[in-house]
């Protein structure tokens, strides 16, 4: 197999592509089971789109930046997690934090904990009791019987408002950050923010 270049934002460009495709597909499902599998499977494509995004934007903001390049290669090297290059690249490279408190940092982190909860599943082998049956060994499945379109839609919407709070801290202002999406996910400008 050969070696492919292309530009760094093409990947970041399709996990989205793929993300949004997947949820217009959901929109248009009558399917409850189907909806619900494939509301799981954008919960797990957004966190990952963002993971994909941080890895490819940060790199070239290293190859830009000499300082920057130290904190980023080193972590991608010790493959650290998404919550650490989170928490630490936008502090040390774009001198500000996302704030998990609140806003888009705070429905991240739940995003990305309710993936983790979908991704690495344990089974809570739970016992019911109704009238004289006893049934042991349930499994709670709350999360994934919890999912629908929405969950799904706000799945992306929550993973490109992070991605825009990183352009944020960058420095790019509010009419530059709807071209930079568009740039770097694929997020189509709306007609508004051409004014």
Not at 12 to 27: H, Q, S, T, V
Not at 133 to 145: E, F, N, V
Request: one cysteine or more; aromatic letters at 6%.
């Amino acid at each position: 197999m050969g070696q492919y270049l292309s530009s760094p934002n093409r990947i970041p460009w399709l996990y989205f592509g793929a993300l949004r495709r997947m949820c217009n597909e959901i929109a248009a499902c009558d399917d409850d089971r189907q909806v619900k599998e494939d509301a799981t499977v954008c919960v797990i494509l957004a966190v990952t789109a963002v993971d994909v995004f941080l890895n490819t934007y940060f790199r070239v903001i290293a190859s830009e930046d000499s300082a920057a390049a130290e904190i980023i290669v080193a972590d991608l090297q010790a493959r650290k997690s998404l919550e650490h290059k989170l928490r630490t690249w936008p502090a040390k490279v774009l001198g500000g934090q996302i704030d998990k408190s609140c806003g888009p940092g705070r429905e991240f982190d739940e995003l990305r904990r309710l993936r983790n909860r979908l991704v690495h599943f344990t089974s809570a082998h739970e016992t019911v009791e109704v009238d004289d049956i006893r049934i042991k060994g349930l499994a709670d499945t709350s999360d994934y019987d919890s999912l629908d379109v929405d969950s799904a839609v706000g799945a992306v919407e929550t993973a490109e408002a992070v991605v825009r709070e990183i352009f944020r801290l960058k420095g790019h202002t509010a009419k530059e950050i709807p071209h930079v999406l568009h740039s770097w996910i694929g997020r189509e400008p709306s007609p508004s923010s051409e004014n």
